[in-house]
């Protein structure tokens, strides 16, 4: 049994696995410190861009702690003791599935941009680096310790290359990085009663690369594990709103003081040829299925607050068995790439339905007992661009798909709690009277697009995205879901990487639910319970707006605050609109 005070750190947990992967990791170091060695490489000169009155040296970044790094593909240089080496000398006939064709490498480094995967899909992620034409950049010497103060803000991540190790381990298929993540939001105006919360999340990482580990292409091997803390539960009652105005909700956070560690990903991921990818293992449909695009190296949706945008359009979770972050069940997928290159996708998947994705025993739950059911996502994606977000064509990106739910569930008067205490009083639930159906459905498009790039500093632009989803009427408690967004990279001068978003999501409440509750009797409406003040409000639609500064001091460092304002809260006209302020910061390990 786990041992944990609630504190905000996993270090704490005596038993947690978070504190046992660190020590074995520890433990490899250590023993094997006498083989470890740190790279170099030298790049053409770099570019110079004029930012306001001041020249900028443009420099390429080690780019390390980015959980997809491990489906780029890159090879590494081998040295004498390669274990590939080895394999070779002493049997010429082995590695039957190394694959030497360029093109598989280089139709996962785009796909990983245009279609997902995106395996963090909260904030927290640093931005590509700029490797345009010119740029260029020499290693440091490995230390434990940056050798200044801007050298320690100009690095990839807070805790640097460990001294060389973390280069070698990647440079050998073993990829360790990380990400915290907390985020603090107040109601100070309107809504039902003022509040604020705060929640974190912390996620570790290990990815390893069968190419680089052992020369064969046998894929990659995917472990993500996370930790949440807090609770979003005050701040949902408070507003009232159908979709969390913070990002860090779901995954046990409507549960007042809990503080766990629960698995995110263990899966097998292969690239087959430059046609066929799959994946399989624990793992949940939002890093595959409704998206978000990759802009800049980071999440597109995350570059909002508000959970109705990120990490995807909230309805489908509302609607259906589709599985997010930080949530883990037997799942698997297929891709398959028409034309051999990133211009065109198909993808099917499979995820597991549990009775409860939250319940503790479901954390580290590997097998299917608490099934109920199967969620099946099919996606057609449409992508154009460069190689990147600073060169070449400007991204734009079409996603048009569908899913099919296999569970028996309740018709949508069962989401008639979801109302109690706002649109009318929990004694009004007595004459509901839900109904069993089996295999709702549903559908959505997103679509995606960078308007501009800079022309005198590529490292900034403009874009833009939007997304609609239907579900199924017969049991979707909002079968109408928009999501914009518009999102600045490039503020102020000497500010290239800071960013300003503006953005919003509209929820279109059932109209069964709707004519429900104006058909209720007078009688019922006007009853005063514990809390509530008599009357009541048809449910109808939900809107919020957010504006939001993203400021990154330091590469691995993210500081955002941020305004929404939400309109009809809990979609009715019962209380005035909600003015929530807050403040997300991450940290990238």
């Known amino acids: 049994m786990m041992n944990c005070r609630v504190v905000p750190s996993f270090f704490r947990c005596r038993n947690s696995p978070i504190r046992w992967v660190l020590i074995f990791s520890m433990l490899f170091l250590q023993a094997f410190a006498p083989f470890a060695r740190a790279d170099s490489e030298r790049l053409p000169n770099p570019v110079i861009y004029e930012d306001g009155d001041q020249e900028i040296n443009v420099k390429l970044h080690?780019?390390?702690?980015?959980?997809s790094a491990a489906l780029n593909g890159r090879g590494r240089r081998q040295s004498s003791a390669s274990p590939v080496l080895w394999m070779r000398q002493h049997s010429p006939s082995f590695n039957p599935f190394h694959v030497e064709n360029e093109d598989s490498d280089n139709v996962v480094q785009k796909e990983t941009?245009?279609?997902?995967?995106?395996?963090?899909?909260?904030?927290?992620?640093?931005?590509?680096?700029?490797?345009?034409?010119?740029?260029t950049y020499v290693p440091q010497p490995a230390t434990w310790l940056p050798r200044s103060f801007p050298e320690w803000l100009d690095q990839p991540n807070?805790?640097?290359?460990?001294g060389g190790w973390r280069s070698w381990l990647k440079n050998w298929g073993v990829n360790i990085g990380g990400r915290w993540l907390m985020e603090w939001n107040g109601n100070v105006g309107g809504g039902r009663t003022h509040a604020g919360r705060y929640a974190d999340d912390e996620a570790i990482f290990v990815d390893f690369d069968t190419q680089k580990l052992f020369g064969v292409h046998l894929g990659t091997i995917h472990f993500l594990m996370t930790l949440r803390q807090g609770s979003n539960a005050a701040m949902m009652a408070a507003v009232p709103a159908l979709n969390?105005?913070?990002?860090i909700s779901g995954g046990g956070t409507g549960t007042p003081g809990y503080d766990f560690t629960r698995l995110t990903k263990l899966s097998w991921e292969m690239l087959w040829n430059k046609y066929v990818r799959t994946e399989i293992g624990e793992m949940n449909a939002e890093t595959d299925f409704e998206q978000?695009?990759?802009?800049?190296?980071a999440n597109l949706y995350c570059q909002f607050v508000n959970n109705g945008i990120c990490g995807a359009p909230q309805s489908i979770m509302m609607n259906s068995g589709y599985t997010w972050y930080p949530e883990a069940t037997p799942a698997a997928y297929i891709k398959i790439y028409p034309t051999g290159d990133d211009h065109w996708l198909i993808s099917a998947g499979v995820y597991t339905e549990n009775h409860n994705h939250s319940a503790p025993h479901n954390y580290w739950n590997l097998g299917l007992d608490d099934a109920v059911g199967a969620f099946v996502p099919v996606q057609l994606g449409w992508h154009k661009g460069g190689i990147s977000d600073y060169e070449g064509p400007l991204q734009a990106n079409i996603k048009i798909g569908a899913y099919w739910d296999s569970r028996w569930v309740k018709d949508v008067y069962s989401q008639l709690?979801?109302?109690?205490?706002?649109?009318?009083?929990a004694s009004a639930l007595a004459y509901a009277d839900p109904k069993q159906l089996r295999s709702p459905y549903g559908a959505w498009i997103q679509a995606d697009a960078m308007l501009e790039r800079d022309g005198r500093d590529p490292r900034r632009g403009l874009s833009l995205f939007g997304s609609f989803t239907w579900g199924d009427p017969r049991d979707s408690v909002a079968p109408y879901f928009v999501t914009l967004g518009l999102t600045r990279k490039g503020t102020f001068p000497n500010r290239p990487n800071d960013t300003f978003s503006i953005g919003g999501k509209m929820?279109?409440?059932?109209?069964?639910?709707?004519?429900?509750?104006?058909?209720l009797p007078q009688s019922v409406c006007d009853t005063h319970e514990y809390g509530y003040g008599g009357g009541c409000y048809?449910?109808?639609?939900?809107?919020?707006l957010e504006l939001n500064y993203g400021w990154r001091p330091a590469t691995w460092l993210l500081v955002r605050p941020d305004l929404q304002f939400v309109f009809s809260p809990g979609g009715t006209k019962r209380y005035a609109t909600a003015t929530v302020v807050g403040l997300e910061s991450a940290v990238t390990f």
């Open 62 to 67: 080690q780019n390390a702690s980015n959980l």
């Open 113 to 135: 941009k245009a279609f997902g995967s995106m395996p963090l899909p909260i904030a927290g992620g640093e931005f590509s680096p700029y490797l345009g034409a010119g740029s």
């Open 158 to 162: 807070v805790t640097g290359d460990w």
């Open 244 to 247: 969390s105005v913070m990002e």
């Open 292 to 297: 978000s695009s990759n802009y800049w190296g």
């Open 417 to 425: 709690p979801t109302f109690a205490g706002n649109a009318m009083p």
């Open 507 to 519: 929820l279109w409440v059932n109209d069964q639910l709707t004519q429900w509750v104006k058909d």
């Open 538 to 544: 048809a449910p109808h639609m939900e809107s919020a």
